[in-house]
């Protein structure tokens, strides 16, 4: 009996539907805005140039690199 609870338990936690990354992409304020990315390190500016289908950010820096951000923290530049 516990073994099928716990197997039950299981199958609430699971996500089977997609992500609505299009509504996400349609809605999102960043994509073309320069943001500063904020690390425990160092703060850089960017570019925001789309939102990836597992939801990271892909930015541009100064150099013309793009990078994937996965986790962290971006701050919109108001100019």
């Not at 099928?4 to 349609?26: C, F, S």
């Not at 805005?33 to 950010?57: F, G, H, Q, R």
Request: aromatic share 2%.
């Amino acid at each position: 009996m516990a073994a099928q609870l716990v197997k039950e338990l299981g199958k609430l936690t699971q996500i089977d539907a997609p992500l609505p990354i299009e509504e996400y992409r349609a809605r999102s304020i960043l994509i073309g805005k320069k943001v500063d990315v904020v690390t425990p390190c160092t703060t850089y500016e960017a570019e925001v140039i789309s939102i990836l289908d597992d939801a990271s950010l892909k930015v541009r820096v100064a150099t013309g690199e793009e990078i994937r951000l996965g986790a962290g923290e971006v701050r919109l530049k108001m100019n």
